[in-house]
T-cell receptor
Framework: GQNIDQPTEMTATEGAIVQINCTYQ??????LFWYQQHAGEAPTFLSY????GLEEKGRFSSFLSRSKGYSYLLLKELQMKDSASYLC????????????FGTGTRLKVLA | EAGVTQFPSHSVIEKGQTVTLRCDPI?????LYWYRRVMGKEIKFLLH????????ESGMPNNRFLAERTGGTYSTLKVQPAELEDSGVYFC?????????FGQGTRLTVV
């Protein structure tokens, strides 16, 4: 079967660093995506990994290990506005463009 | 540039009625996707259009759901007749490359 696991909820303090983990088991792999979704809004693209390693984009970084079926999203210098759901999504076998989503991680940033 | 827009934002209908959801993708995007999130569950793929052709409709729940994309621009998703289990948030996304851009979703409640 196809399965993506991520923690349901996390809490962190403003200014801190938080790491949101995602493990996946899919039939084929053609990229892993992280999206941010504020309540009632559209999911917005954060990052993309298709090769092993770390991708850095400002305060956000994403890591991928294909052999372990593992990714994480690292958020630095947390701000109150980072309180949102973070969705891990995998694009399966080559030739298909659909995403397989995890249930999302609700992050609450406290002052 | 306008993003992906969906209409209506909310819809409450009675079991047995018909509802039509609309999605306007980002102009020029050939790929259009429909996803659904049932409460407490992950976002799940419904179908994928490339221009006006259905590329993948493996996620459509049953024949009460009909999606169209006449002319390869906007798309509609009709549910007829609606059942209680059809309640959820229906997301549309479009892409013309690596990542997909999502709309805010239509919250459908069947009572």
């Amino acid at each position: 079967g196809q399965n993506i696991d991520q923690p349901t909820e996390m809490t962190a303090t403003e200014g801190a660093i938080v790491q949101i983990n995602c493990t996946y088991q899919t039939s084929g792999f053609n990229g892993l995506f992280w999206y941010q979704q504020h309540a009632g809004e559209a999911p917005t693209f954060l990052s993309y990994n298709v090769l092993d390693g770390l991708e850095e984009k400002g305060r956000f970084s994403s890591f991928l290990s294909r052999s372990k079926g593992y990714s994480y999203l690292l958020l630095k210098e947390l701000q109150m506005k980072d309180s949102a759901s973070y969705l891990c999504a995998v694009r399966g076998r080559s030739g298909t463009y659909k995403y397989i989503f995890g249930t999302g991680t609700r992050l609450k940033v406290l002052a | 540039e306008a993003g992906v827009t969906q209409f209506p934002s909310h819809s409450v209908i009675e079991k047995g009625q018909t509802v039509t959801l609309r999605c306007d993708p980002i102009s020029g995007h050939d790929n259009l996707y429909w996803y659904r999130r049932v409460m407490g569950k992950e976002i799940k793929f419904l179908l994928h259009f490339v221009k006006e052709s259905k590329q993948d409709e493996s996620g459509m729940p049953n024949n009460r759901f009909l999606a169209e994309r006449t002319g390869g621009t906007y798309s509609t998703l009709k549910v007829q007749p609606a059942e209680l289990e059809d309640s959820g948030v229906y997301f549309c996304a479009s892409s013309q490359g690596r990542e997909a851009f999502f709309g805010q979703g239509t919250r459908l409640t069947v009572v």
